[in-house]
């Protein structure tokens, strides 16, 4: 019936729409739930940004989601590979996306983000340091910068800059999802980029 109930939402939707969908699944729903509400996205010619991870995300990567976003913990399950240095993390990347993926970002926590885009090549964004209250958040603050640099059609360089900084304003915030503008401005011109291949 959920499934339904996207059908018609996105038939009604101009094509051209993002989903973004996050989070683990309940324990009894099918692990292809997402693989199937990704291809129904596309069918109606809507991008999917997923955030979630284990078999859930295996699967859906056989349906080619436009965007997705594991942590290095999520990665390293994905790939088999410990996540030891960046350079590992681009070629963990690359292994998501030649399983599917889009496009593909890792967060590596206080070593901020790696991005790679197929034919665009891998960056990795570091936002300044934070004392942070919590980190409980962050990573829905990234994916929703991504998806917003997405639909504004943001070059590489003010997207990273964008979701490293909201990512790291939503460590200051009193709750999760309650980040401040003007810390995210504070610290977009503060985010090191750097082009690894």
């Not at 976003?69 to 350079?87: M, S």
């Not at 889009?102 to 570091?126: D, K, M, N, P, R």
Request: proline share 4%.
């Amino acid at each position: 019936s959920f499934l339904a109930a996207c059908e018609r939402l996105f038939s009604n939707e101009a094509a051209g729409a993002t989903l973004i969908v996050s989070g683990s699944l309940p324990a009894a729903t099918d692990p292809d739930f997402y693989a199937d509400l990704t291809d129904l996205a596309h069918r109606h010619g809507h991008a999917m940004f997923l955030d979630t991870s284990g078999e859930p995300l295996r699967r859906a990567l056989e349906s080619n989601p436009d965007f997705i976003k594991p942590n290095r913990t999520e990665a390293e399950v994905l790939t088999g590979e410990q996540i030891t240095n960046r350079d590992v993390a681009r070629k963990a990347a690359e292994s998501l996306r030649a399983l599917g993926a889009q496009s593909v970002v890792i967060s590596l926590g206080h070593e901020g983000l790696l991005w790679y885009q197929h034919g665009q090549g891998t960056f990795q964004a570091q936002p300044e340091s934070v004392d942070h209250r919590s980190t409980v958040g962050c990573g829905d603050a990234t994916v929703a910068a991504f998806a917003y640099a997405s639909a504004m059609n943001f070059d590489t360089d003010k997207t990273l800059r964008l979701a490293a900084a909201c990512g790291a304003a939503n460590c200051l915030a009193d709750l999760p999802g309650q980040l401040s503008l003007a810390d995210v401005r504070n610290f977009e011109p503060r985010v090191r980029i750097e082009r690894m291949a």
